[in-house]
Nanobody
Framework: VQLQACGGGLVQAGGSLRLSCQAS????????MAWFRQAPGKEREFVAA????????YYTDSVKGRFTISRDNGKNTVFLQMNSLKPEDMAVYSC?????????????????????WGQGTLVTVSS
């Protein structure tokens, strides 16, 4: 599986961006998908996740109410709509795919569980 992420860029604080991550292959609905981010000098951290058929979504506390993760299985794509961006959201955002039929019951915030990764896309937020 290859993941291709895009949509990053420069935005002013309070602005919005929409990230996309498209996967190759035909079994996209069997992948639990997530976005992680890594700021300079910091470890990669979980941002949001969505189960294979979008029955469940998960967010880290700092983005709840501002970010929305969604997926279009017909287009093999997962999205991250980011609103009300803050300077602390600035990071390289990466999408990860986990091969699982489960929607819950595992530590989806652990990047070690993800089987495939896309290249990162840089989000820069100016204050």
């Amino acid at each position: 599986v290859q993941l291709q992420a895009c949509g990053g860029g420069l935005v002013q604080a309070g602005g919005s961006l929409r990230l996309s991550c498209q996967a190759s292959g035909r079994t996209f609905d069997k992948y639990f998908m997530a976005w992680f981010r890594q700021a300079p000098g910091k470890e990669r951290e979980f941002v949001a996740a969505v189960s294979g058929r979008a029955a469940r979504t998960y967010y880290t506390d700092s983005v709840k109410g501002r970010f929305t993760i969604s997926r279009d299985n017909g287009k093999n794509t997962v999205f991250l709509q980011m609103n009300s961006l803050k300077p602390e959201d600035m990071a390289v955002y990466s999408c990860g795919a986990m091969v699982t039929r489960l929607d819950y019951g595992f530590d989806y915030q652990s990047d070690r569980l993800y089987d495939y990764w896309g290249q990162g896309t840089l989000v820069t937020v100016s204050s």
